[in-house]
């Protein structure tokens, strides 16, 4: 099925839409996690998985949960869209959506996308 996809997109999403709550961003994680159809695996240059837009400066999450939410979307190697405004967001949230270091992982040359190596006590670790 994601072949398919790939053949003829872009990008393309394959979870429901992501609502301004931190509940919400973790069930998108966990779901990327689980990894279904081995969608993870077909993902890369000219194709990429889309998980729905980053929800930081939105309010709803914590400034830890908004890093959380970035971290992953780059290693996830998905679209880094925003669903705020850069001139009025709080300048927290900014700086998030700034950082070059998690930017350039999201933009490695390989578009590798992260997969799941074990979880503990809710505690999920990806590898890159």
């Known amino acids: 099925m994601y072949e398919v996809n790939k053949k003829y997109c872009n990008t393309w999403r394959?979870?429901?839409d992501i609502q301004d709550s931190w509940r919400n961003v973790l069930e998108v994680i966990i779901?990327?996690?689980?990894?279904?159809?081995n969608f993870s695996g077909v993902a890369g240059p000219?194709?990429?998985?889309?998980?729905?837009?980053l929800i930081i400066g939105d309010f709803s999450l914590s400034y830890?949960?908004?890093?959380v939410q970035f971290g992953m979307w780059a290693m996830f190697a998905a679209p880094l869209?925003?669903?705020a405004d850069l001139r009025t967001m709080r300048p927290?949230?900014?700086?998030?959506?700034?950082n070059r270091g998690v930017i350039a992982i999201n933009?490695?040359?390989l578009g590798q996308q992260a997969k799941l190596l074990t979880k503990?006590?809710?505690?999920?670790?990806?590898?890159?």
């Open 31 to 37: 779901y990327y996690g689980i990894d279904l159809g």
């Open 81 to 83: 869209y925003i669903s």
């Open 107 to 109: 933009q490695d040359p």
């Open 92 to 98: 927290q949230a900014k700086s998030i959506l700034q």
């Open 14 to 16: 394959n979870f429901f």
């Open 120 to 128: 503990a006590c809710y505690i999920i670790v990806f590898n890159i």
């Open 46 to 53: 000219g194709g990429f998985n889309d998980p729905d837009q």
């Open 64 to 67: 830890d949960q908004e890093k």
